[in-house]
């Protein structure tokens, strides 16, 4: 576990913090990332592009590596369906699947109840709030008359109150999340940025150790790996950023 982050650590994180997100078109770009890291250098992502274009098996391909798998497909449906797309994605053998808070409570309720009573390890459960690619001119867009963390806060409470695990935020929301919902809510951040990065078409982007320290548990990192010059090398650097100055 790493130390020095007080009171604002999450829940005790055994392994990598760094979530790479597998944000490839097919499973051989996949797989080929994945053989040149290791499950102690990261976790993997597989989300809508890749599982639409490999389908499921690619999930049983990496955790036969040896990875735990986000399984990122933000489930949003009626509460029957998204209960049973949960139990599937359990029996697939994700460490981690979500589903979108704005479903309402019933429906996250329906997803925590459908892994209960699975017989698989139960994967850990995740309300996504407000997407980071988001801003404040986004939520007007849709009919809602609120900042980004104003919502993600509504969004948290109904997630902690139907029992999950925690919730995909921004790390700017990080640090208020941690001190209202405890440090038993995982906190799961995307919109990472190392100070160099572009930030493409996130809005809401923080550093790795920044993000870290405001109190993120776990870090979902796609485009700044993915797409520089050596993935396993800007892997490492982050890393070591966050594993030298904590
Ligand atoms: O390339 P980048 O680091 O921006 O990738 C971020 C990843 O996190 C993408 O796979 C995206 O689908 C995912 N994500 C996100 N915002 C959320 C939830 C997931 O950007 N709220």
């Known amino acids: 576990m790493v130390s020095g982050l007080g009171s604002m650590t999450g829940p005790a994180q055994e392994g990598p913090r760094v979530i790479v997100a597998l ?3 097919s499973k051989v770009d996949a797989l080929a ?3 040149r890291v290791t499950p102690t250098l990261c976790r993997l992502k597989v989300g809508l592009e890749l599982f639409t274009a490999a389908g499921p098996g690619v999930v049983g391909e990496l955790t036969a590596r040896g990875f735990d798998v986000f399984l990122d497909l933000k489930f949003h449906d009626i509460p029957t369906t998204v209960a049973r797309a949960c139990a599937a994605a359990a029996r697939l053998g994700a460490w981690m699947l979500n589903v979108h808070a704005f479903g309402g409570v019933e429906m996250l309720e329906a997803a925590r109840a459908a892994l209960e009573t699975s ?4 994967p850990l459960l995740i309300g ?8 404040a001119g986004t939520l007007q867009e849709i009919g809602l008359q ?8 509504r969004l948290a409470g109904l997630v902690q109150a139907a029992g999950l695990d925690g919730v995909v935020c921004s790390a700017l929301e990080a640090g208020i999340l941690r001190i209202r919902f405890g440090t038993g809510f995982v906190l799961v951040t995307p919109g990472i940025r190392p100070a160099s990065a572009a930030s493409d078409d996130q809005q809401r982007t923080m550093t790795p150790l920044a993000a870290v320290r405001q109190g993120a548990d776990f870090l979902v990192v796609g485009r700044p790996i993915t797409q520089a010059p050596d993935p396993v090398v800007a892997l490492e650097e982050i890393n070591s950023q966050l594993y030298a100055r904590l």
């Not at 017989?119 to 139960?122: K, S």
């Not at 609120?146 to 806060?153: F, G, K, S």
């Open 119 to 122: 017989t698989t390890r139960r």
């Open 33 to 35: 990332f994945a053989g």
């Open 23 to 25: 944000d490839y078109p």
């Open 146 to 153: 609120t900042d980004p963390a104003t919502q993600v806060l």
């Open 128 to 135: 996504v709030t407000v997407l980071t690619s988001h801003s």
